[in-house]
């Protein structure tokens, strides 16, 4: 079966039927020329915007000049009222400062030390879906919600998901969602700072309580700390962190703007692709038995480290895959500073520049059988070669996504180990129709049908 992808709008339609799809989904706003395309322009009255397919367009802006092409105050406008000054829309000397502090946090060998916080995380995920499993369709994307927070929360705070703040959050995140669109109207008119964002009360009211929770964690974090009773997790390693450059640590208002895009990048999409994965696994028998039979003999009884993820092979394929044909991030926006020449055509400075891993990761020019699940791709030539030139899940070049080992860490082990426990089954009348909001994630949520494999205590 090939997987379900959205419908493509017509080639041409008016600007303000473009603008309408676009704030629904905007992946079926988009024409279905964009999988063949190497590159492609929008006109709007207010600026032009050039989508680039072509891997050498996207190495020249992700990898070789990306201080000249920074982050898009577009997109900014919309995620603003949550996001505040993260590291995720923020350019230049800020962004550098940011990340130098950030970084140490999630290197390799420290990604060890949160392992036993993620398995613990799976563990209670597996314990909650036994409750529901056999019972009828469960709508996954809200477990995989509930499990990508519980991580979240355990690794960044050492508090699990039922703690009360970190349930408020969680609740309080899931009404930002309904509330906020993948973009304000403000990125696409051209306003004075002063002018009015046109956020919804609504998003408005939830980025206020997000970030009141998320001060209160942060402050009370601050004072363990000072006490020198703070637990050994990532919070406290950013918060002690010092910039090597000026010496100075985040202030509470900064670590809140960062630990809102933690959540948000960490939780969300990690949330989008681990549904989008196990989905795959029910429509596919030969591939959910290879990884349920791989898990129970990595992940199965006794104890188990950090080094059984080196060994969930089968599973770090499909969770490959399933990256590449439902990229959590669809679309990344860019901004010219100078004048350009792309593919000869001249670019004007201040057009957008729009990088889409939803349009790479299926270019028909680019991959084989682009639309179909096979994680077995990446062990043949053209996978090899897509992987380097034509996948990125979590962008790439200096602005890669400094959490994507902890997702590569955290997916394949949340997926071992409910496909061990569960017997997965799609719901044939309700096929999934992906869409983008904040992360690509179901029109109708995902429905699956579990069937207890293993015995659970």
Not at 123 to 133: G, I, K, M
Request: charged share 25%; hydrophobic share 45%; net charge positive.
């Amino acid at each position: 079966m090939t997987p379900p992808k959205p419908p493509s709008r017509p080639d041409r339609v008016s600007l303000l039927r473009y603008l309408r799809l676009f704030r629904t989904d905007i992946l079926s706003a988009q024409p279905a020329r964009l999988y063949r395309a190497w590159m492609a322009e929008f006109r709007t009255p207010f600026f032009r915007s050039y989508l680039c397919n072509d891997p050498a367009l996207v190495d020249l802006v992700l990898k070789e000049r990306p201080d000249d092409f920074p982050k898009s105050n577009r997109i900014r406008e919309g995620l603003l009222p949550l996001l505040g000054n993260s590291v995720f829309v923020t350019n230049g000397e800020t962004w550098k400062r940011q990340r130098r502090i950030i970084d140490p946090a999630f290197e390799g060998g420290r990604l060890r030390g949160t392992f036993p916080a993620m398995l613990a995380a799976g563990e209670a995920a597996v314990a909650r879906l036994a409750e529901r499993a056999g019972q009828g369709p469960i709508e996954i994307e809200a477990e995989t919600s509930h499990a990508a927070a519980d991580v979240i929360f355990r690794t960044l705070f050492s508090i699990p998901i039922e703690h009360e703040v970190a349930g408020a959050v969680f609740e309080a995140f899931r009404e930002h969602q309904r509330a906020q669109p993948i973009l304000n109207l403000a990125a696409f008119l051209p306003l004075p700072r002063w002018f009015p964002r046109f956020h919804s009360r609504k998003t408005r009211a939830t980025a206020r309580r997000i970030r009141s929770l998320i001060t209160r964690l942060t402050e009370a974090r601050m004072e363990e700390i000072r006490a020198g009773t703070a637990p050994a997790d990532l919070a406290t390693k950013i918060m002690v962190t010092e910039d090597p450059v000026t010496g100075r640590r985040f202030d509470t208002a900064e670590m809140v703007d960062q630990v809102a895009i933690f959540f948000l990048a960490g939780h969300e999409t990690s949330a989008s692709a681990l549904a989008w994965s196990l989905y795959l696994l029910a429509t596919s028998a030969e591939w959910q038995e290879r990884i349920a039979a791989e898990a129970d003999s990595v992940v199965g009884e006794g104890a188990v480290d950090f080094s059984a993820i080196g060994r969930l092979k089968a599973a770090r394929d499909v969770f490959r895959e399933a990256l590449r044909l439902y990229p959590p991030v669809p679309m990344m926006v860019r901004e010219t500073t100078r004048a350009e020449r792309f593919r000869d055509r001249d670019v004007a400075p201040g057009a957008q520049v729009v990088l889409s891993p939803w349009h790479l990761h299926r270019h028909e020019r680019l991959w084989d059988r682009a639309d179909e699940f096979d994680p077995s791709r990446f062990a043949t030539a053209n996978g090899r070669e897509c992987l380097r030139s034509a996948y990125i899940p979590f962008s790439t070049g200096q602005r890669v996504c400094p959490g994507a080992g902890f997702a590569m860490v955290e997916g394949p082990l949340l997926l071992a180990m409910i496909a061990r426990a569960f017997r997965l089954l799609p719901v044939e009348e309700r096929i999934p129709v992906p869409v983008a909001h904040l992360t690509v994630r179901a029109k109708d949520g995902i429905w699956l049908r579990l069937e207890p494999r293993v015995q659970l205590p």
